[in-house]
């Protein structure tokens, strides 16, 4: 059996010191995580070592050689608590343990350890907004409505009529409330009913996490990342949120959650009151706190961020939307005007389809994804990398039944792609998820061996934002472009200039004496100019440049 310890019990204790050193940095002078690049691993999905088709932090133990080839700094680990599984590790039943399915809480020991070896970082996920419905705190709540657990969570009696005690919906489909034929009260659930809400005005929620954080420090953990930050505080009165489009029989779930002003059940000012207690909890520039706010931009998000509360926040935008080039570029440019070092930029994530497909597919969508991921290393804050984006991975193909509640993230949960054979070097077993093969061209062996393949062109990206710190280090000046497709900007000696319409296009830049020092497609020029030089740049690519 698993070694674990109690959520609401997670007093430091750990004594093995040697798992829970960070790396070395005496002349450490700024937060370890700037100018750092990160890496999301799904744990489920990165590399399994025991052969059971389900991957393990040992899997992760073993690809970290990788890791630091590739040239990654941290490396965020999706959730490997004990969990039954009805949202793949994101209904938590223990918060300071690990699933048998995942290991033990030695080989996460071990993982850390290897990875602090190797100067990488680790991240690992929190999921604050809900529980489990097997979580212990949950099933206290149940048996015992008159009990202390009760009100760890969000319950309320039905309307006056009968029925829902509001029109607030779930984000998989359906009202976010059910009821608890016992006690004849509903529980609320902003996803699925396993998944009930914790009620974070109760002062015994927020100890208990405080204790949870410090827990997983003391094991030697360099960041946190928060699960739905924009939705643990509801609203007190239950009110129902505003609905701001007809719902139809066939929609989507999210289309229906779409259809509701969230003005209730998310994005409360008192978000960030819990940030900034966890602020305090785990130190100023230790650990890195990052959140998963979907909140409204640009503004919302920069109060996530504000100082004293979360480091950073992913902008989640550019991880969801399809190929718009003249709306992303107006979207990072006034997103990183509100919060210029605040913003974890990412291009992909487990939650959505990959962006080579969401970008239109094949050597369209991946022209278009890496021309994309160069804009977004230049710009502020921790950009993040998502297992398989540096091979150019377009949605694996399924073959079975589907996994997901909402029917659209088993594409890119597939294996990740090591080598060949029927399931390209993910396990020696069965995989969790039945999905086709991956072509050699797409896998790592192979595109290690094809210099001109997507992984060189990410592992040379990675290099060049190390070599030239001005790219993420020196203040942003924006340079003006006639063509609202393209977008570009200056770092102290570094420029980047991303052409994402469908057509070539020349670009004058803002002095002479300009070298490309890298381009997404080897087919840019320098063209020195009385007044200074010109780039001509191809379709759907991107350029550093430096001054010589």
Not at 206 to 212: A, G, M, T
């Amino acid at each position: 059996m698993e070694q674990s310890q109690r959520g609401a019990a997670a007093d430091a204790s750990f004594s093995n010191s040697e798992h829970s050193e960070r790396p070395e940095h005496s002349e450490q002078v700024e937060p370890w995580w700037r100018g750092a690049v990160g890496y999301e691993v799904y744990v489920r999905s990165f590399a399994d070592s025991d052969g059971d088709g389900v991957g393990d932090l040992l899997g992760i133990a073993g690809k970290l050689d990788y890791l630091e080839w590739l040239g990654v700094d941290v490396v965020w680990i999706t959730p490997f608590y004990p969990s039954p599984g009805h949202d793949h590790g994101y209904d938590v039943s223990d918060y300071c343990g690990v699933s048998p399915r995942h290991g033990t809480l030695a080989d996460f020991d071990t993982m850390v350890a290897e990875a602090h070896d190797r100067g990488l970082r680790v991240m690992v996920d929190i999921v604050p907004n809900h529980t489990s419905i097997e979580h212990p705190w949950f099933v206290s709540a149940r048996c015992d409505p008159s009990g202390p657990d009760r009100d760890r969570y969000i319950w309320a009696d039905p309307a006056p009529g009968g029925g829902l005690p509001n029109n607030w919906l779930s984000h998989f489909g359906g009202p976010a409330w059910t009821l608890d034929e016992a006690s004849g009260q509903y529980w609320c659930h902003l996803f699925l009913p396993e998944q009930p809400d914790l009620n974070w005005r109760n002062p015994a929620v927020r100890d208990d996490f405080d204790s949870i954080l410090r827990w997983w420090m003391e094991r030697g953990v360099d960041g946190f990342r928060f699960d739905v930050a924009h939705g643990m505080v509801k609203d007190e009165q239950l009110r129902d949120n505003p609905q701001i489009a007809p719902l139809k029989d066939d929609m989507h779930p999210f289309e229906a959650f779409a259809a509701f002003e969230h003005r209730h059940d998310l994005d409360q000012l008192s978000n960030t009151e819990i940030f900034e207690r966890w602020k305090r909890v785990c130190g100023p520039d230790q650990v890195l706190l990052l959140g998963e706010a979907n909140a409204p931009w640009p503004d919302g998000m920069a109060r996530y961020v504000a100082p004293g509360a979360l480091d950073q926040a992913f902008f989640l935008r550019t991880a969801i939307m399809g190929w718009s080039p003249e709306l992303l570029v107006q979207m990072v440019r006034s997103m990183h005007d509100a919060a210029p070092e605040g913003v974890s930029w990412v291009l992909s994530n487990h939650d959505r389809p990959r962006p080579v497909t969401r970008f239109g597919g094949g050597e369209a969508g991946l022209r278009r994804s890496l021309a994309m991921s160069v804009l977004l290393m230049a710009l502020g804050g921790t950009p993040f990398i998502y297992q398989g984006e540096e091979l150019g991975l377009p949605d694996g193909v399924l073959r079975g039944g589907s996994h997901d509640p909402v029917e659209i993230r088993d594409g890119c949960r597939t294996p990740m792609p090591w080598g060949s054979g029927a399931c390209n070097g993910f396990s020696a077993g069965t995989p969790w998820i039945d999905s086709e093969p991956r072509p050699d061209e797409q896998t790592v062996a192979g595109q290690r061996r094809d210099p001109d393949a997507p992984l060189h062109r990410y592992r040379s990206l990675l290099a060049a934002r190390k070599q030239h710190p001005d790219m993420w280090r020196a203040p942003l000046r924006w340079l003006d472009s006639a063509d609202p497709q393209v977008i570009a900007l200056r770092r102290g000696g570094v420029a980047v200039v991303a052409n994402l319409s469908p057509a070539g296009t020349v670009f004058q830049l803002d002095s002479g004496g300009w070298q490309i020092v890298y381009q997404s497609r080897d087919a840019c020029s320098i063209i020195p100019a009385g007044d200074g030089d010109v780039l001509s740049i191809p379709a759907e690519t991107a350029a550093v440049l430096k001054t010589l």
